[in-house]
């Protein structure tokens, strides 16, 4: 029989892993905060995947973090601030050689994590699919990507991507998954930060040229700095070919500080104005924008870590 893909975190990516795996006819557990989302999610009777304006339900059962049943295979699909302590209290379940895929934006949660759970196994996910949450226990597949994976102390693929396969994630096994979070950080930092203090879509930052230059200026040099030559290749290029691929997108911190949700900022932004500094880098222009969505989101009574 075939592991059970235990799967944390019912939000976008997590909800479009969990219905297309379990499309497959393989086995998932949703795991949920406690006994009032089980409740809830019981009465939705499962998750809803809406595909080309078609959608389907899959009865995947759900539990809570407390129940018995021991872990061998976790998709962590949380926020990166709360990965963390969301594996803190998952610890004592996680079996023997137990393997878990990080799907979190930005880095520095992956390493919290692993220094949470030394006895497991961790698999670094990018991904570029797009998806979104039209209500509860309901994901629209909205932009087909690809999704890359790695472990940068283990170069041995795992022998579950089959089961990627079997559930048509596109996927990607990498030696090198840094370089693939290092390129998807610089590319938020360009992007994210910007389309909140405009308050525009990814599209409005073509009026914002120099600014978007500057700051791409500014990480390509971190990222030749943190030995990333590969990730910091062609990066102006790159953030605008996003910008106009998505131009009529709304960024993911966009949609958090437009929902008062918590962002990222820490393990986007905050990490590379971090990295610098140990680094003795001055980056001015980076630094500057730090501290201008530092004061925006506090104005907006925000969290700002």
């Keep these: 029989m075939s592991t059970i893909w235990h799967v944390l975190g019912a939000g976008s990516l997590g909800t479009l892993w969990a219905t297309r795996l379990a499309r497959a006819g393989l086995p998932v557990r949703l ?31 759900g539990e809570t973090p407390d129940s018995p049943e021991p ?3 976790l998709l962590i699909a949380c926020k990166a601030y709360d990965a963390e302590n969301a594996i803190a209290r998952l610890a004592s379940r996680l079996a023997p050689g137990a393997e878990l895929i990080l799907l979190q934006n930005g880095l520095g949660s992956q390493d919290a994590v692993a220094a949470r759970v030394p006895q497991a196994r961790c698999i670094s996910a990018s991904s570029t699919e797009g998806a979104f949450r039209d209500g509860d226990w309901r994901v629209v597949f909205a932009g087909h990507g690809f999704n890359w994976l790695g472990d940068a102390g283990n170069p041995l693929a795992p022998i579950w991507l089959e089961d990627l396969q079997a559930a048509r994630i596109p996927h990607e096994w990498t030696t ?11 590319l938020n930092c360009a992007i994210n930060p910007l389309t909140v203090l405009h308050d525009c879509r990814n599209g409005g930052l073509t009026e914002h040229h120099c600014e978007v230059a500057t700051l791409c200026a500014e ?33 993911s911190m966009y949609q958090d500080v437009a929902n008062q949700r918590r962002t990222e900022i820490s393990y986007l932004l905050g990490h590379a104005c971090k990295v610098a500094a140990r680094h003795q880098l001055n980056l001015p222009h980076l630094n500057q924008l730090q501290q201008r969505l530092v004061a925006h989101l506090r104005s907006r009574g925000l969290p700002s870590d």
């Excluded at 905060?33 to 595909?51: C, K």
């Design 71 to 73: 872990i061998r295979r």
């Design 31 to 61: 795991i949920l905060r406690d006994a009032v989302r089980l409740r809830s999610y019981a009465a939705a009777g499962g998750l809803t995947l809406i595909e080309n304006g078609h959608a389907s339900t899959y009865a995947v059962p």
């Design 219 to 251: 990480l390509a040099e971190l990222l030749q700095r943190c030995g990333q030559p590969a990730a910091a290749g062609n990066l102006q290029q790159e953030v605008e070919r996003v910008i106009q691929a998505t131009a009529a997108n709304y960024s």
């Design 176 to 186: 090198d998954i840094l370089t693939r979070l290092w390129r998807k950080l610089a």
